[in-house]
């Protein structure tokens, strides 16, 4: 009996200095401390059903009315926050392809600049002129000068270095890469996570691969920018080759992917190839 009791305590005991660390770690605002990527609070998921994600800016067109110059935008709906995820290269593209869509500025809660590049913060001022109160997530190594413009502007700029939780179900992969320093944004749902990457500078094998080792989920999708205009043949099949072992079970590939890439790609991917042009919005259906 007293074995018992003692041992209940010892069990208490050893509960209590497992959590106190987790919950004693200090961070910025969504931080995730190293080693963390598996708990519960990472396991969270929206259903599929309820996600709906609209390219509102891309080269390449899709939609009818819509304005395709160079650039990547793209809105995620049905995630706790709504999101905008770059903002294209020219202001006034932008605007006009969200009014087309019927998209109100003022829905949107956060704002995501995957690198800082004109073709993907181009945008960013004049949205911010009609909706400033939103939160910038902008990896760490943008320029001062360019997030003290974001304050001025009255919205909350977040700066990102390693993994970030964004909101429930959506994290960044924090900065990659070495020269470009580039941040891609993972969505889990309950049929895989979707990884979505403005030009993919770290190289697109190397952000799913971190993408998985933050979240130990299969990727359903992989879509944005993959860089690969310059890249010849065979170094496009060996990708191809690397996201289908690494479990990508659907690939979108759009603004500097390159024709190459994209006939490639759906090649190699048949009816999991998402084209993907300005206008295009995928649902649960996109992946029946
Ligand atoms: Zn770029
Ligand atoms: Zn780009």
């Known amino acids: 009996m007293k074995n018992n009791k003692a041992a209940m305590v010892a069990a208490i005991v050893l509960v209590a200095i497992g959590l106190i660390p987790w919950r004693g770690v200090a961070m910025s605002k969504g931080?995730?401390?190293?080693?963390?990527?598996r708990t519960a609070e990472s396991h969270t998921q929206i259903p599929l059903g309820d996600l709906r994600l609209t390219v509102v800016y891309d080269n390449y067109p899709d939609v009818q009315g819509l304005r395709s110059e160079w650039g990547f935008s793209c809105l995620i709906e049905g995630t706790e926050k709504t999101i905008l995820?770059?903002?294209?290269?020219?202001?006034?593209?932008?605007?006009?392809?969200?009014?087309?869509?019927?998209?109100?500025?003022?829905?949107?809660?956060?704002?995501?600049?995957?690198?800082?590049?004109?073709?993907?913060?181009?945008?960013?001022?004049?949205?911010?002129?009609?909706?400033?109160?939103?939160t910038v997530y902008v990896p760490?190594?943008?320029?001062?000068?360019?997030?003290?413009?974001?304050?001025?502007?009255?919205?909350?700029?977040?700066?990102?270095?390693?993994?970030?939780?964004?909101?429930?179900?959506?994290?960044?992969?924090?900065?990659?890469?070495?020269?470009?320093r580039e941040q891609s944004l993972v969505v889990c749902t309950d049929r895989g996570m979707i990884v979505i990457t403005g030009c993919a500078h770290p190289g697109i094998g190397l952000i799913v691969k971190k993408a998985r080792e933050l979240i130990p989920d299969e990727v359903l999708l992989a879509m944005g920018g993959f860089h690969l205009m310059r890249a010849d043949e065979d170094e496009i099949s060996d990708i191809v080759a690397s996201l289908?072992?690494?479990?990508?079970?659907s690939a979108g590939p759009c603004h500097c992917s390159g024709d190459n890439a994209r006939r490639l790609f759906r090649?190699?991917?048949?009816?999991?190839?998402?084209?993907i042009g300005v206008g295009t919005t995928l649902t649960s259906a996109d992946f029946e």
């Open 31 to 37: 931080q995730m401390p190293a080693g963390t990527s």
């Open 85 to 134: 995820f770059d903002t294209g290269g020219d202001a006034p593209v932008l605007l006009a392809n969200m009014d087309s869509l019927s998209i109100r500025l003022e829905d949107i809660d956060i704002v995501i600049l995957s690198h800082e590049h004109w073709d993907h913060t181009g945008g960013l001022r004049a949205f911010l002129k009609r909706n400033p109160n939103v």
């Open 140 to 180: 760490r190594s943008f320029k001062s000068a360019f997030k003290k413009q974001v304050i001025d502007a009255g919205a909350e700029v977040i700066e990102v270095g390693g993994p970030t939780r964004i909101c429930r179900s959506v994290y960044s992969t924090g900065e990659l890469g070495d020269s470009i």
């Open 244 to 249: 289908r072992e690494a479990g990508v079970l």
């Open 267 to 275: 090649a190699a991917y048949g009816d999991h190839y998402l084209d």
